[in-house]
């Protein structure tokens, strides 16, 4: 805090003296009010912040000017010592006799918000969620102490260029891709909304906010590639055996977690009388029940009975899977960087999409929380299904 006084010469008034205002300085934030002492312009020393001894009054006015630096001071430092976010009104306010009402600050806000959701782990919420949270809280603690170099800032403060400025501090400093950025931000506003429902903040800085569209292109295995990769020798049994999961997965659309987790008892018969893979999704705690084509089931029964009790396929760790995959990529002459999840693209696309499998269907199979997230990531997809059609129309007509 920088306390200044200063002079007005434009204000003189009958008796030839102007008023003494003092300035105090936050973050730089100003703060001016009138002292209620008057003085002489010529007998005001600038650079000594007093009034110069040659004028009656001088003890009693520099006196006066002593205890109101020496209040803001203490103001000041009344506010440091209790570490909640303030500024220049808050020492204004003390300085007056004023209470400061309690105002809770973004980072003080984001822990009473972790806190509450660490209690539905478990129950509501994932662990990897709320580990989400956490991760948010750490880069908004980071920006704030860059950008306006203290802990933390009030609420009250939140304008829209603070989630502009917050945005780009992402983008450079953490060198986020958008996807990333627009999930980091979708979990501040949920804090946001916590604060508002709480009645910490009476106003919405995200209201006009508009996240940026990512489009990403859906990277899948054409049916050409995927029936060679299904037919390629491998000599090398563990290389075999992740070319078993991946193809597995490409018929299923099963997540790495939910691949490796499978067991006998998620195998059920249906009502058609033929096998049906039946769990729970855990990212979205949502049960699917994905149908044994052909394909994945010679798969399961290759591996039936040699397997440690209630396995059914082969496990690896992820990082062990996408690198093996890599060398079966280059043994297929695939050109792409094969990785666990382009299986899961692949079941969406060139086995359900493009085998005209309504988008509906596409999004139940794949145990999408909502359709609106199918569409949006097979959005493209669809798309070669219209021209297909066009052109199969425009051949008939």
Request: hydrophobic fraction near 35%; aromatic fraction near 10%; glycine fraction near 4%.
């Amino acid at each position: 805090m920088k306390t200044l006084f200063l002079i007005q010469n434009s204000k003189l008034n009958k008796r030839g003296t102007t008023p003494i205002r003092c300035r105090i300085t936050i973050d730089k934030t100003r703060k001016e009010f009138s002292t209620g002492i008057f003085v002489h312009p010529e007998y005001w020393d600038k650079e000594k912040q007093k009034v110069l001894d040659e004028t009656e009054n001088s003890k009693m006015a520099n006196s006066q000017l002593s205890l109101i630096k020496q209040k803001l001071d203490q103001a000041f430092l009344m506010l440091q010592i209790q570490g909640n976010p303030f500024d220049v009104e808050d020492v204004y306010k003390i300085y007056c006799g004023e209470d400061t009402k309690k105002e809770m600050g973004v980072i003080a806000v984001y822990v009473e918000h972790n806190n509450y959701y660490k209690k539905l782990v478990g129950k509501d919420l994932k662990e990897v969620s709320w580990q989400k949270f956490e991760n948010t809280k750490g880069h908004l603690q980071d920006f704030i102490k860059r950008k306006y170099k203290q802990n933390d800032i009030k609420l009250s403060k939140l304008k829209f260029q603070f989630i502009k400025d917050f945005e780009y501090y992402l983008r450079t400093e953490q060198n986020m891709q958008q996807s990333t950025i627009n999930k980091t931000l979708q979990r501040f506003k949920k804090m946001i909304n916590f604060a508002i429902a709480h009645e910490y903040l009476n106003r919405n800085p995200f209201l006009m906010h508009k996240p940026k569209a990512v489009k990403k292109e859906i990277i899948y295995l054409t049916k050409t590639e995927l029936e060679h990769l299904e037919n390629k020798v491998i000599e090398n049994k563990r290389v075999d055996e992740i070319r078993d999961c991946f193809v597995f997965c490409c018929y299923t659309g099963l997540a790495f977690k939910e691949m490796s987790n499978l067991r006998k008892e998620h195998i059920v018969q249906g009502k058609d009388g033929k096998n049906w893979i039946r769990f729970k999704r855990q990212k979205t705690d949502k049960a699917i029940s994905v149908p044994l084509l052909p394909m994945p089931q010679k798969i399961l029964n290759r591996y039936n009975g040699i397997l440690p009790e209630g396995k059914v396929l082969p496990s690896k760790t992820n990082a062990h899977f996408n690198a093996y995959l890599k060398e079966i990529a280059d043994l297929c002459k695939i050109n792409i960087n094969l990785t666990h999840h382009i299986a899961r693209k692949t079941f969406a696309t060139t086995i359900l999409l493009l085998n005209d499998v309504p988008i509906e269907v596409v999004s139940k199979l794949l145990g999408h929380s909502r359709i609106g997230i199918t569409q949006a990531h097979y959005g493209q997809v669809l798309q070669e299904n219209v021209d297909r059609e066009i052109n199969r129309i425009a051949k008939i007509i």
